[in-house]
């Protein structure tokens, strides 16, 4: 029997009518290099879209006490985001120590420790810790009540710098938390909009008196290495009474 000679390879392509049909090799690489030029469309944050979805997760969102805020006149706690450093110390220029390195453990900890949240972090399941100004890395921000919010996981993406809910959470913490914003920002601005979530807003419950008493004994109970860092600074409930400078 004769050998076999080889052929170019053929496969089937699918028309806009739906019948397929042969097609070379060559063809075949031509349809797929013309898909991988498709661009995509632009992703529009301000759109009446991303605006409907905003409205949505701020139902979903919840957000700190106003009375619980208002006991801590500073962050709870000294502390700023590099998570290979975390639990050690930040030393300034003068070589003096002036807070803590850490991961998402202390904005989680001011959360649920001021608000008397039960349960250990798997309270906090199905829930994201997420920051209202989430690109101001500050002492005086990082664990801000004010820049802290609790948002379902899923939506957690919609906070973002950049993300529909950003604009409406910022002008909500100026206007709830005695027009507090970082230091480190300008005022923002109103959105066109805003009144329109103003019965969107929940906040957490259970406003006792307590929040920094509670803060306190937490603090002074846990056995981690972040504790005994933060130790050296927060000795007394007196630590929130006075605001901190622009760190």
Not at 39 to 49: C, M
Not at 182 to 193: G, L, M, S, T
């Amino acid at each position: 029997m004769a050998p076999s000679t080889p052929r170019e390879s053929s496969g089937r392509i699918r028309d806009a009518s739906g019948s397929s049909a042969p097609c070379s090799r060559a063809k075949r690489a031509a349809t797929i290099h013309s898909v991988m030029k498709t661009k995509l469309p632009t992703i529009d944050y301000k759109g009446e879209d991303a605006r409907a979805i905003a409205l949505l997760a701020a139902r979903l969102c919840l957000l700190p006490d106003k009375k619980t805020v208002g006991q801590f006149k500073k962050a709870v706690f000294p502390t700023q985001r590099k998570t290979a450093l975390r639990a050690t110390p930040i030393i300034d220029e003068s070589n003096k120590e002036i807070g803590m390195w850490d991961d998402n453990t202390t904005p989680r900890w001011a959360l649920r420790w001021s608000h008397d949240i039960p349960g250990g972090d798997t309270a906090l399941q199905g829930w994201r810790v997420a920051h209202v100004w989430n690109d101001c890395n500050e002492l005086d921000c990082y664990t801000r009540l004010e820049n802290l919010l609790l948002v379902p996981a899923a939506y957690a993406g919609l906070t973002d710098d950049d993300g529909p809910l950003a604009p409406y959470l910022r002008y909500h913490a100026f206007a709830a938390y005695e027009e507090w914003h970082p230091e480190c920002r300008r005022r923002p601005e109103k959105p066109d909009d805003y009144d329109s979530f103003r019965h969107s807003w929940q906040y957490i419950d259970g406003e006792d008196g307590n929040a920094r008493e509670r803060v306190l004994t937490q603090l002074q109970k846990s056995q981690s290495e972040r504790a005994k860092v933060l130790q050296n600074f927060i000795k007394n409930i007196s630590y929130w009474d006075e605001a901190s400078g622009k760190t």
